[in-house]
């Protein structure tokens, strides 16, 4: 059974940093692609971020620049380092893995498996 566990969500100010860590289980990490997308309140799940097995890195144009995406296959673990963060940054984070490239981390329809979500807040 394939799981992918998110933690470090909650409640920052404008300009702070976060970190998400999401932990995989049930599959072989290291042949995956993984990363993640959000959903803000009455939006579409969108990609924020992607990394491949070679390393190779996928960024949404809102957070390029500010969003790190890493991975630690000996963990199984993926992370994602947000820094300057804004209050249009709010939403659901989602952990997803696509057995494939990271093309299949860009659109939510090429993802394989998605953790169940850490909400992110961002307000004065």
């Known amino acids: 059974q394939v799981l992918l566990v998110e933690s470090g969500g909650g409640s920052v100010q404008p300009g702070d940093s976060l970190r998400l860590s999401c932990v995989g289980s049930?599959?072989?990490?290291?042949?995956?692609?993984v990363g993640w997308f959000r959903q803000a309140p009455g939006g579409e799940r969108e990609a924020v971020a992607g990394?491949?097995?070679?390393?190779?890195?996928y960024y949404g144009d809102s957070v390029k620049g500010r969003f790190i995406v890493s991975r630690d296959d000996a963990a199984n673990t993926v992370y994602l380092q947000m820094s300057r963060l804004k209050p249009e940054d709010t939403a659901m984070y989602y952990c997803?893995?696509?057995?494939?490239?990271?093309?299949?981390?860009?659109?939510?329809?090429?993802?394989?498996?998605w953790g169940k979500g850490t909400l992110v807040t961002i307000s004065a």
């Open positions: 997803a893995a696509a057995e494939g490239g990271l093309a299949q981390m860009k659109e939510k329809e090429g993802v394989d498996y």
């Open positions: 049930g599959f072989i990490y290291t042949r995956w692609s």
């Open positions: 990394i491949d097995m070679e390393g190779r890195t």
